[in-house]
């Protein structure tokens, strides 16, 4: 129990950190000072690349521009490994099986094939958080538009994204006060019966609060997804990037 | 003062109001009354008795089941609901309901944004209270990782910093500490909008208000009227508050 309690603890504050960006967002880094409009459409072409091939020497430059983009970009490198090595991990779990044969022995081209898919979820989610490392929210939403991204799917994101933090809030709330109530230690199967309820109250708790959230959002002039927009730039920061991301596209076809 | 009778203009306006929660749990029960422009009003009842309720309700974000509601001379509608989040502004009970951007900053430039308002303006208006009321250093960082009372502030300097013709301050000293309890006491006193406090605080009640509406545990108003009401000891048992 405690094992599940502490695991399930842990993933909450894993996700909520992954949305949490203010220790990197406004440093003047590389990615910070690249205009959003170019960034999130490079970046996406840097996503989807990788994605295309399980040649590892195509795969393995793509690391270097990565790990040059982390300290272009004034990030911690520890902040950002703390971010996402639970992603490729998983998917290394999830495929593993995979590289085993009927007499369970592993065979040498499974292991490969997951290590390599590891090292692609690794790239994409590395790229994923780097975005999200180094663009206020704001600044997103309003690239989207920018790109005419119809409103309603726009306001969809930014409602996921509030429950998402939301949920992750109120989950370790619920889990704190649990702990801190908690006197004796369960048997297995009153933790059966009681998380069971725990759960349900949780998710009237999410559903209720949420509804609030919405009320307090009309109250404060409505949801429509009209935020500040600046004029572009383009500089040194964005030929560089231009240049970087049109090479990749040019290697990889 | 309405410049052609010569009479005070009224701010809100509620006619025989129930609200009974989805669940079936009563909300306010049989709410009448009127408050003009420019008058501190304290909603004074014990838990439970339906304050958040009926901030609800006057601000127009849930309609009532009975009775009917005029803000500013209008029904709330969608097709007035513009005009009613210009001059309309609540500060909710619980911040983690209320706020819910990213950070600090995106919170307070979110209603200038959704109003329009051009964005070196909004820059200007946020910096100058985020200044003001010391919240100035936390601006980057995420609401829900804030302290209470800095939450509080948060959401409360969101609500203000517009100008609002009407505010609704939902128990707003409640946990927070002496020195944030003081400046918001005093934003209320400095004010020229119309303010509704609610509050279960009976000490607080002459800093913020001039006109008492007290609320019971059986969800309807016991009184209205003047600060006298903090002298009846009997009716303030009555009520559930002390
Ligand atoms: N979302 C809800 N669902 C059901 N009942 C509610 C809800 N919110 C409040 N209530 C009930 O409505 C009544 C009035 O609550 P509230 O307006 O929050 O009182 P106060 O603000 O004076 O403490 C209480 O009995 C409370 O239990
Ligand atoms: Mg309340």
Redesign the pocket.
């Known amino acids: 129990m405690d094992l599940i309690e502490k695991t399930l603890k842990e993933a909450t504050n894993f996700f909520q950190n992954f949305f949490t960006t203010e220790r990197t967002v406004y440093k003047r880094g590389f990615l910070q000072r690249l205009d959003a409009r170019l960034k999130l459409p490079g970046m996406l072409i840097l996503l989807i690349l990788p994605l295309s091939t399980f040649d590892p020497f195509k795969l393995a430059p793509m690391l270097f521009f990565i790990l040059f983009l982390v300290f272009a970009s004034k990030i911690e490198f520890k902040l950002f490994l703390s971010r996402i090595w639970l992603f490729p991990l998983f998917s290394f779990l999830v495929v593993l099986p995979r590289a085993f044969s009927f007499d369970l022995t592993i065979s040498q081209p499974g292991l490969i094939y997951a290590l390599v898919f590891s090292f692609r979820v690794f790239l994409a989610v590395s790229i994923l958080s780097l975005i999200i490392l180094t663009t206020p929210f704001s600044e997103i939403i309003s690239t989207l538009r920018f790109f005419r991204v119809p409103e309603s799917f726009v306001s969809v994101l930014v409602i996921t994204y509030q429950y998402i933090t939301l949920t992750f809030a109120e989950m370790l709330r619920v889990m704190l006060a649990r702990e801190s109530r908690r006197i004796k230690r369960l048997s297995f199967k009153e933790i059966w019966k009681n998380g069971g309820s725990a759960l349900g109250v949780f998710f009237i708790r999410i559903y209720?609060r949420s509804?609030?959230v919405y009320l307090s959002s009309i109250s404060r002039g409505g949801f429509k997804q009209r935020p500040y927009t600046f004029p572009m730039k383009f500089g040194l920061i964005e030929a560089f990037f231009i240049t970087f991301v049109s090479a990749f596209v040019w290697w990889y076809i | 003062m309405d410049l052609e009778s010569g009479l005070p203009k009224k701010a809100l306006v509620a006619k025989n109001i129930s609200y009974t929660?989805?669940?079936?749990?009563?909300?306010?029960r049989d709410v009448s009354l009127e408050i003009f422009e420019g008058e501190r009003v304290v909603?004074l009842?014990?838990?439970?008795?339906?304050?958040?309720?009926?901030?609800?309700l006057l601000s127009g974000l849930i309609p009532p089941n009975k009775g009917s509601i005029e803000i500013l001379g209008v029904e709330p509608s969608r097709k007035n609901s513009e005009f009613l989040r210009r001059n309309v502004a609540v500060v909710f009970?619980n911040p983690d309901d209320f706020l819910f951007n990213p950070t600090v900053k995106e919170e307070l430039l979110y209603t200038p944004a959704q109003l329009g308002i051009p964005f070196d303006e909004a820059i200007k208006i946020a910096e100058e209270f985020a200044r003001r009321f010391e919240i100035d250093g936390i601006l980057e960082k995420p609401p829900f990782r804030l302290s209470g009372g800095e939450k509080k502030k948060v959401s409360i300097v969101c609500s203000i910093m517009l100008n609002p013709k009407i505010l609704f301050l939902?128990?707003p000293t409640a946990n927070v500490d002496g020195k944030t309890r003081k400046k918001i006491l005093e934003i209320i006193q400095k004010s020229s909008s119309t303010i509704i406090t609610?509050t279960?605080e009976l000490e607080i009640v002459p800093k913020i208000g001039n006109r008492i509406i007290l609320?019971g545990t059986d969800?309807r108003i016991r009184a209205d009227g003047g600060l006298e009401i903090l002298e009846d000891e009997k009716l303030l048992e009555g009520a559930g508050v002390i």
């Open positions: 209720e509804e609030r | 929660y989805p669940d079936g749990t009563l909300g306010v909603l009842g014990p838990n439970g008795s339906g304050k958040s309720t009926l901030m609800m009970q939902d128990e609610a279960h609320m969800k």
